[in-house]
């Protein structure tokens, strides 16, 4: 079965740093992948999506690269700020559909 | 980006009772879709719901359980019925993006639900 894996443990990070998630996926070929962030008590807020063909997206301080071989997608967020802490999801879709296969997250701490 | 409110924004109930979810979109859109989120899980789509037809169930999710009404393009509801402690969850609705491709999806804020 299609399965997608985010570390589940919440990952500490200093202020100003880097912080790199991961999403691993198996048994799944995904047309697009994306990252949204979800903050307590609200719906997950769309960042940005990145499609099979390209290796990397930004946006601001926000970086994707999916690696279709290695069956992976990093996102980073550079110079971090504690108001970058929040659990991040990643979530595949196939291009004949709408639906999303959805990691359940990982949740960041940036410590000033 | 779609703004989707959603009502209530949590709620305690009692089980073997119904609580109805709504879910409303400040633009037309044809699909809306229902999730549910429990504590440290990842999001499960409960069912699609298309203005105009019946709504499409996934595995595990059945009509019965979760009825969902569509009236119009802009607002939707769900019922989760005969409510038990497992039944706790978060519920969002989502609709898709309006960018070329349609590919990502816009939340509401979530209905918490607490089955006593």
């Known amino acids: 079965s299609q399965k997608i894996e985010q570390n589940s443990e919440a990952l500490n990070i200093q202020e100003g740093k880097t912080a790199t998630l991961t999403c691993n996926y198996t048994?799944?070929?995904?047309?697009?992948l994306q990252w949204y962030r979800q903050d307590p008590g609200r719906g997950p807020v769309f960042l940005l999506l990145i499609r099979e063909n390209e290796k990397e997206k930004r946006k601001e301080r926000l970086k994707v690269t999916f690696d279709t071989t290695l069956k992976q997608s990093l996102f980073h967020i550079t110079a971090s700020q504690p108001a970058d802490s929040a659990t991040y999801l990643c979530a595949l879709k196939k291009v004949s559909n709408y639906q999303l296969i959805w990691g359940a997250g990982t949740k960041l701490i940036i410590k000033p | 980006s779609a703004v989707i409110s959603q009502k209530p924004s949590r709620d305690i109930c009692q089980r073997g009772t119904s609580l109805t979810i709504q879910c409303q979109v400040d633009?037309?859109?044809?699909?809306m879709f229902w999730y549910r989120q429990q504590p440290g899980q990842s999001l499960t789509l409960i069912a699609t719901?298309?203005?105009?037809?019946?709504?499409?169930?996934e595995s595990g999710f059945v009509i019965d359980k979760f009825p969902i009404s569509r009236p119009n393009l802009t607002f939707s509801t769900l019922t989760v019925s005969n409510m038990s402690p497992e039944d706790s969850s978060i519920y969002l609705c989502?609709?898709?993006?309006?960018?070329?491709?349609?590919?990502?999806?816009?939340f509401g804020p979530g209905t918490r639900l607490t089955v006593t």
């Open positions: 048994n799944y070929s995904p047309a697009y």
């Open positions: 633009s037309q859109v044809t699909m």
């Open positions: 719901a298309n203005q105009g037809s019946e709504a499409t169930y």
């Open positions: 989502s609709v898709p993006g309006t960018s070329g491709g349609a590919h990502e999806q816009y």
